[in-house]
C-alpha cells in the first residue's frame, strides 16, 4: 500500500510564498510522473503543474512564472513552490503520483493554501 503525506499549507498574505511537500510511502518500484493538483471552494479540481520522470513540467497557464515544481526520486517526494500569490490561488491543493509496476495513481489528501488580501 502506497500512501502520500502532503505538509506545506497554510495561511499567507498576498505577495507571499509558500512550499509544499508531498512524499510517499510505502512499497514503491518507480515514480513516473508527479503532479499538483488544487480544488476551490464549487469549482473543479483543476491540474496546477506535472513533472514526469525525466523533469519536464507542465504549467498551468495561471501560474506559470510564480510556480515551481520539482521532484526528489530518492525521497519519492514532489515539491511546490509558490511565489506571488494571489487570492485566486486559494484552494485546497493535491498532489498526484502515477507508479509504474503495478500502474496505479494515488492521491495525497489534500492541504488547505488560503491567501488573504
Known amino acids: 500500500q502506497v500512501q502520500l503525506v502532503e505538509s506545506g499549507g497554510g495561511l499567507v498574505q498576498v505577495g507571499g510564498s509558500l512550499r509544499l511537500s508531498c512524499a510517499a510511502s510505502?512499497?514503491?518500484?518507480?515514480?513516473?510522473?508527479m503532479g499538483w493538483y488544487r480544488q476551490a471552494p464549487g469549482k473543479q479540481r483543476e491540474l496546477v503543474t506535472l513533472?514526469?520522470?525525466?523533469?519536464?513540467?507542465t504549467y498551468a497557464d495561471s501560474v506559470k512564472g510564480r510556480f515551481t515544481i520539482s521532484r526528489d526520486n530518492a525521497k519519492n517526494t514532489v515539491y511546490l513552490q509558490m511565489i506571488s500569490l494571489k487570492p485566486e490561488d486559494t484552494a485546497v491543493y493535491y498532489c498526484?503520483?502515477?507508479?509504474?509496476?503495478?500502474?496505479?495513481?494515488?492521491w495525497g489528501q489534500g492541504t488547505q493554501v488560503t491567501v488573504s488580501s
Open positions: 510505502g512499497t514503491i518500484f518507480s515514480i513516473n510522473t
Open positions: 513533472i514526469t520522470s525525466r523533469g519536464t513540467t
Open positions: 498526484n503520483m502515477k507508479m509504474v509496476l503495478p500502474t496505479r495513481e494515488y
